[in-house]
């Protein structure tokens, strides 16, 4: 199992830098080949901060490219500003803001690193292949074909042996589930899972223990995913404000070097144990899994389970906020939010589950408890240390790179 | 006569993969007298042998002289290693 996750995570971190070396390959087949004329369409207007952000970002980048054309767009003129009514219009946007740039059949509304990098890649892409050029039908009247919008994505690459690869998909699946893994790993309060399972194993009634773990394992992952998903839409409005990924960074970095002093810690000590703290909490949870399992009243044990799984839930999410607030923040740094967040925060939960499902199934199926060795906590300190740390730096000095603007 | 005095608690995963390891031990030694003891229940003997911050931990004795003390997971291979020289 471990191998194979192994070779898979090898598997992805090939396909970046495959990706990276296709983006190289484009640029080679520009110099080398015929180009194709490519103009950058731009409305602006004075007192725009993000408009004076694309000025200076495009008289620096259009003089590099020689087949580049920048068309400038004052939209206190009233001409530019029907033409970027209609051209809003044609792309389908609610409302005509600026700054607003069309290339070819693709059009970005707003300005920051991630539209800088796309405006780049579509230029490299538009030099070397057909395109329609949407504005200029436009500006000629002529009528503009669903067809000729560019709706494929920026980061598509053909990859040997993977074909067509959407390397900002692939990218975010490859953080979903490395980051879902390690805090998974991290399990603050997985002896209840294991203590219940024990309880239940001791009853000898297998349909009772299939029931009440996998209730609480559902109730888990229900829990989970609720705040993680809410977690994605609330961040979506304040991800890219510059104040909040210093702050979110500053904590991930805190909580990294904290991780990093528990595994120097655990090093230094070579005790791999359970820690002798909240000894309180502990024996009331104790309690209250002995009473919920020995319930006679399936119904009333299980809903004792669910409540369980809540108050588990609580503790766990205080325990390890790090990774998890982390995970949020580059979904919404990306602009992923509402049903599109549904598959990156599934696949978080499946890999930060994936400890619990194994040592349920395990114990179920052999009737004996078999417990995650607590030397798996001790290497999740050090990998989650590390990597909060990487993506706190990130997001405070680089936050292109967590949007994946190559 | 040499007595081991293993420390668990049921909230404690690494007891669990502990305890059989022990038992495995004791039984290749029958001669050493095996006695367990609950963190949460048995706090007044547990108090006096300042077992400290992780669990589990094994305490060898020999007339009431502690002789070694084991704390946290040990692999079997460990457990002999340490333990043996003293029976």
Same mark, same amino acid.
């Given at each position: 199992?471990?191998?194979?996750?192994?070779?898979?995570?090898?598997?992805?971190?090939?396909?970046?830098?495959?990706?990276?070396?296709?983006?190289?390959?484009?640029?080679?087949?520009?110099?080398?080949?015929?180009?194709?004329?490519?103009?950058?369409?731009?409305?602006?207007?004075?007192?725009?901060?993000?408009?004076?952000?694309?000025?200076?970002?495009?008289?620096?980048?259009?003089?590099?490219?020689?087949?580049?054309?920048?068309?400038?767009?004052?939209?206190?003129?009233?001409?530019?500003?029907?033409?970027?009514?209609?051209?809003?219009?044609?792309?389908?946007?609610?409302?005509?803001?600026?700054?607003?740039?069309?290339?070819?059949?693709?059009?970005?509304?707003?300005?920051?690193?991630?539209?800088?990098?796309?405006?780049?890649?579509?230029?490299?892409?538009?030099?070397?292949?057909?395109?329609?050029?949407?504005?200029?039908?436009?500006?000629?009247?002529?009528?503009?074909?669903?067809?000729?919008?560019?709706?494929?994505?920026?980061?598509?690459?053909?990859?040997?042996?993977?074909?067509?690869?959407?390397?900002?998909?692939?990218?975010?699946?490859?953080?979903?589930?490395?980051?879902?893994?390690?805090?998974?790993?991290?399990?603050?309060?997985?002896?209840?899972?294991?203590?219940?399972?024990?309880?239940?194993?001791?009853?000898?009634?297998?349909?009772?223990?299939?029931?009440?773990?996998?209730?609480?394992?559902?109730?888990?992952?229900?829990?989970?995913?609720?705040?993680?998903?809410?977690?994605?839409?609330?961040?979506?409005?304040?991800?890219?404000?510059?104040?909040?990924?210093?702050?979110?960074?500053?904590?991930?970095?805190?909580?990294?070097?904290?991780?990093?002093?528990?595994?120097?810690?655990?090093?230094?000590?070579?005790?791999?144990?359970?820690?002798?703290?909240?000894?309180?909490?502990?024996?009331?949870?104790?309690?209250?899994?002995?009473?919920?399992?020995?319930?006679?009243?399936?119904?009333?044990?299980?809903?004792?389970?669910?409540?369980?799984?809540?108050?588990?839930?609580?503790?766990?999410?205080?325990?390890?906020?790090?990774?998890?607030?982390?995970?949020?923040?580059?979904?919404? &740094?990306?602009? +992923?939010? /509402?049903?599109?967040? *549904? !598959?990156?925060?599934? @696949?978080?939960?499946?890999? %930060?589950?994936?400890?619990?499902?194994?040592?349920?199934?395990?114990?179920?199926?052999?009737?004996?408890?078999?417990?995650?060795?607590?030397?798996?906590?001790?290497?999740?300190?050090?990998?989650?240390?590390? &990597?909060?740390? +990487?993506? /706190?730096?990130?997001? *405070? !000095?680089?936050?292109? @790179?967590?949007?994946?603007? %190559? | 006569?040499?007595?081991?005095?293993?420390?668990?608690?049921?909230?404690?995963?690494?007891?669990?993969?502990?305890?059989?390891?022990?038992?495995?031990?004791?039984?290749?030694?029958?001669?050493?007298?095996?006695?367990?003891?609950?963190?949460?229940?048995?706090?007044?003997?547990?108090?006096?042998?300042?077992?400290?911050?992780?669990?589990?931990?094994?305490?060898?004795?020999?007339?009431?002289?502690?002789?070694?003390?084991?704390?946290?997971?040990?692999?079997?291979?460990?457990?002999?290693?340490?333990?043996?020289?003293?029976?």
């Amino acid at each position: 199992m471990k191998k194979n996750l192994g070779w898979k995570m090898v598997a992805f971190l090939a396909l970046g830098l495959a990706a990276i070396s296709g983006k190289n390959q484009m640029a080679i087949a520009q110099a080398q080949e015929n180009v194709n004329d490519v103009t950058i369409y731009f409305f602006h207007v004075d007192g725009c901060p993000h408009c004076e952000a694309e000025i200076e970002f495009l008289d620096e980048y259009v003089p590099t490219q020689e087949n580049v054309t920048l068309n400038s767009y004052n939209i206190a003129s009233p001409d530019s500003y029907d033409l970027l009514v209609k051209a809003a219009d044609v792309f389908e946007e609610e409302f005509a803001s600026t700054p607003f740039t069309v290339i070819g059949g693709k059009h970005y509304v707003g300005f920051n690193d991630s539209v800088k990098a796309s405006i780049q890649r579509a230029v490299t892409k538009y030099s070397v292949n057909d395109y329609v050029d949407v504005m200029a039908k436009i500006i000629a009247d002529q009528p503009v074909l669903p067809t000729d919008i560019d709706t494929s994505s920026d980061y598509l690459f053909t990859l040997p042996f993977f074909g067509e690869i959407d390397i900002r998909n692939a990218s975010l699946f490859l953080v979903s589930l490395v980051l879902g893994l390690v805090d998974g790993f991290n399990p603050c309060a997985m002896w209840v899972l294991v203590f219940l399972i024990s309880m239940l194993i001791s009853l000898q009634n297998r349909k009772r223990v299939w029931l009440l773990g996998g209730a609480f394992l559902l109730t888990t992952a229900i829990f989970y995913f609720m705040v993680l998903f809410t977690w994605v839409q609330a961040l979506s409005f304040i991800a890219s404000k510059t104040i909040f990924q210093i702050i979110i960074g500053s904590i991930a970095i805190l909580a990294g070097v904290y991780n990093l002093f528990r595994y120097i810690k655990s090093q230094v000590k070579k005790e791999d144990g359970c820690d002798v703290t909240d000894v309180k909490t502990k024996k009331s949870l104790v309690e209250k899994v002995r009473k919920v399992a020995t319930a006679n009243s399936f119904w009333l044990a299980l809903a004792g389970v669910i409540g369980i799984a809540v108050i588990v839930n609580l503790i766990e999410l205080a325990c390890s906020t790090g990774l998890p607030v982390l995970f949020t923040q580059i979904l919404a &740094l990306n602009g +992923i939010s /509402g049903v599109s967040s *549904i !598959f990156y925060v599934l @696949i978080y939960l499946l890999f %930060f589950m994936i400890d619990d499902i194994l040592v349920f199934v395990l114990s179920v199926w052999t009737f004996k408890v078999s417990p995650i060795s607590n030397k798996f906590t001790k290497y999740s300190h050090l990998v989650g240390g590390i &990597l909060m740390v +990487i993506i /706190g730096i990130l997001m *405070i !000095f680089f936050p292109s @790179i967590l949007m994946f603007a %190559f | 006569m040499i007595k081991m005095t293993l420390i668990t608690a049921v909230w404690c995963p690494s007891c669990l993969i502990m305890r059989p390891r022990y038992q495995a031990f004791i039984s290749k030694n029958q001669k050493v007298l095996f006695e367990e003891l609950d963190f949460d229940t048995d706090e007044d003997k547990i108090r006096a042998l300042s077992i400290g911050k992780t669990l589990p931990v094994v305490i060898l004795r020999s007339d009431d002289r502690e002789l070694i003390r084991v704390i946290g997971e040990k692999s079997p291979h460990e457990i002999e290693r340490l333990l043996t020289p003293f029976l």
